[in-house]
């Protein structure tokens, strides 16, 4: 909080030198930091949309079922099939295969959660600029809010003065 603090005050003075406060917060609330990075629309290249496609599936219990199931099928299969099986017992073939897919699909998953972690440090960029703009423009208006305070304070002061006058006035006058 005391590090935002000090780069708040570090901007606003750097700014101050070019332009006034009225002037910054003009600029800070017509200004449009706050963007939706879901709503940008990249063009995602093929081998792109088929990682995030093949990560997705990964990452759900369909594709538990289904793997586990095509697994116990080539199991019976070649249990069965015993001597005319084409991967026999110790499914040395089906080891290979398990590997090969391992070897594809963690790369694949890796660069959906690249792409991800890509969304979401924008994101992170976004909400800390909106921040900052909302703590500039909160401090503007404690400012503002301190300033009416005190000319309120001071008018106060000159009521009471008067009316004190305005009574000494007719406590002499009888």
Known sequence: MKENRKLL???LQEIRHDMTDEEVL???????????PNKKKEKYTLGQRAADAIAK???SW??????VAVLVLWMVINVILAAKAFDPYPFILLNLVLSCVAAIQAPLIM???NRQEEIDRRRAENDYKVNLKTEIM?????????????KQKALEKKLDAEKSEKNNKYTESK
């Open 111 to 113: 660069m959906s959660q």
């Open 26 to 36: 003009n600029l800070l609330a017509d200004s449009k930091i706050s963007v939706n």
């Open 138 to 150: 909160i401090e503007d208006l404690y400012d503002k809010v301190n300033a009416i305070l005190a």
């Open 57 to 59: 599936f990964a990452g």
């Open 62 to 67: 369909a594709f538990i079922f289904s793997f």
């Open 9 to 11: 005050k570090e901007v």
